[in-house]
């Protein structure tokens, strides 16, 4: 059974960062693309960085390029996301997701071609 647990989620101020990790457990990272979307209140769930499994690929979405960094650590079966330079719309519940099919790096964006998602953790900045 695959499990991903994130953690590292809190309030921030403007300016500031962090570094969200997600435990994967039942999967192991060959050839499964993973990721993180995320959903403010009110707004629909949005695709902001995937990695496929070599950790070669990478893709972000225009809102977080150049700002955040999204890697793996295969020893560890743990994904990260280091967000710096953190801004108010930023603001939202964050999930780690994991697709078995290497070619999911491909059609990133799309929340369906992820078969499964963590619980999430909250990130909150403030102004």
């Known amino acids: 059974q695959v499990q991903l647990v994130e953690s590292g989620g809190r309030l921030v101020r403007t300016g500031g960062s962090l570094r969200l990790a997600c435990a994967a457990s039942?999967?192991?990272?060959?050839?499964?693309?993973m990721g993180w979307f995320r959903q403010a209140p009110g707004k629909e769930r949005e695709f902001v960085a995937a990695v496929n499994w070599t950790g070669g690929i990478t893709r972000y979405a225009d809102s977080v390029q150049g700002r955040f960094t999204i890697s793996t650590d295969i020893t560890k079966n743990t994904l990260y996301l280091q967000m710096n330079s953190l801004k108010p719309e930023d603001t939202a519940m964050y999930y780690c997701v994991a697709s078995l099919a290497a070619s999911t790096i491909f059609q990133y964006s799309t929340p369906a071609n992820y078969g499964h998602w963590g619980q999430g953790t909250q990130v909150t900045v403030s102004p």
């Open positions: 039942g999967l192991s990272f060959k050839r499964t693309t």
